[in-house]
């Protein structure tokens, strides 16, 4: 059985810095492709970046620069550093397991976490 376990989550202040992780069993995340989302209230869910297999990443323009996604084989693990944070980041966050179209383009599965919940908050 599939599982995606998110945490990290929190309260933090703008400016300020989290580090999510995305923990995977019964799967083995080198061989897929790894996203984040976020889901604002009343808004839709959003991709901000992803890794493939072979750990090329991609990331949203209104995230790059600031965010950055990381995989640790050994620990069947992917983490999402979070760097000036501002309070637009306020969502919950997601993982999800997926694969990588021959276009680039991220294509999720039915693999997702319960999410963890992140506030930029003053």
């Known amino acids: 059985q599939v599982q995606l376990v998110e945490s990290g989550g929190g309260l933090v202040q703008p400016g300020g810095s989290l580090r999510l992780s995305c923990a995977g069993s019964?799967?083995?995340?080198?061989?897929?492709?790894v996203g984040w989302y976020r889901q604002a209230p009343g808004k839709q869910r959003e991709l901000v970046t992803f890794?493939?297999?072979?750990?090329?990443?991609t990331y949203a323009d209104s995230v790059k620069g600031r965010f950055t996604i990381s995989r640790d084989d050994a620990k069947n693990t992917v983490f999402l550093q979070m760097n000036s944070l501002k309070p637009a980041d306020t969502a919950v966050y997601y993982c999800?397991?997926?694969?990588?179209?021959?276009?680039?383009?991220?294509?999720?599965?039915?693999?997702w976490g319960q999410g963890t919940q992140v506030t930029v908050s003053s």
């Open positions: 999800n397991a997926g694969s990588v179209h021959f276009g680039g383009a991220y294509i999720p599965e039915s693999y």
């Open positions: 019964g799967i083995i995340f080198s061989l897929k492709a």
């Open positions: 890794i493939d297999r072979y750990g090329r990443t």
